[in-house]
């Protein structure tokens, strides 16, 4: 993506009632910025807003998650291979992982797809922090990824060893589509 450019996308959930409206600007680095309205896969209304600023290598350097119909708020900032809450207390369960995703959002696909070595067709499994839409939570998991071709990474899960899909993006690495989950309209 060319620098001091901006994109709005509009991503659909494929299984569950869910649209997000995304805006990625690319200028001395990246940052994202969506809404996400709908029900989570457990039927749970949501409607979140979430904001991830990344370095021009897509290195994280801060993410918020926040609820807009509550109170709720995550904020995580990253700091030489370690992470931080809002409040500046070190996570230390979560140090030396370089990833997230956003369960809401098909963004963070983008990250492991910028930023992995990929050799070949070869699987590169990373550590990630995932977002719990249903408990408005973060654990430490793990992903799978492999690059298929320029436009298409084959993601499977760990926990789920079944949920193995060929993912398609677009020129900037941004999600075209992830079958079951996520499609840009």
Do not use: C
Not at 38 to 48: E, L, V, Y
Not at 58 to 72: A, G, P, V, Y
Not at 102 to 130: A, C, H, M, W
């Amino acid at each position: 993506m060319a620098m001091n450019k901006t994109r709005t996308i509009v991503w659909q959930a494929l299984s569950w009632l869910s649209t997000v409206i995304h805006t990625h600007i690319a200028d001395n680095g990246f940052h994202g910025h969506g809404i996400a309205v709908g029900k989570t896969d457990g039927d749970i209304p949501f409607a979140m807003e979430y904001d991830i600023k990344l370095e021009v290598d897509w290195n994280i350097k801060e993410l918020s998650i926040k609820s807009l119909l509550d109170e709720r708020v995550i904020k995580l900032v990253h700091k030489d291979n370690q992470w931080y809450d809002g409040s500046g207390q070190h996570l230390k369960e979560f140090d030396d992982v370089g990833f997230v995703d956003i369960s809401i959002s098909p963004f963070t696909n983008t990250l492991p797809i910028k930023r992995v070595d990929f050799k070949g067709k070869e699987p590169q499994k990373i550590d990630i922090i995932y977002f719990d839409e249903n408990l408005f939570s973060l654990r430490r998991l793990q992903q799978i990824y492999s690059k298929i071709d320029e436009r298409t990474y084959r993601y499977q899960d760990v926990e789920l060893p079944d949920f193995i899909y060929d993912i398609v993006v677009d020129d900037d690495g941004l999600l075209v589509y992830f079958p079951k989950l996520f499609k840009q309209v």
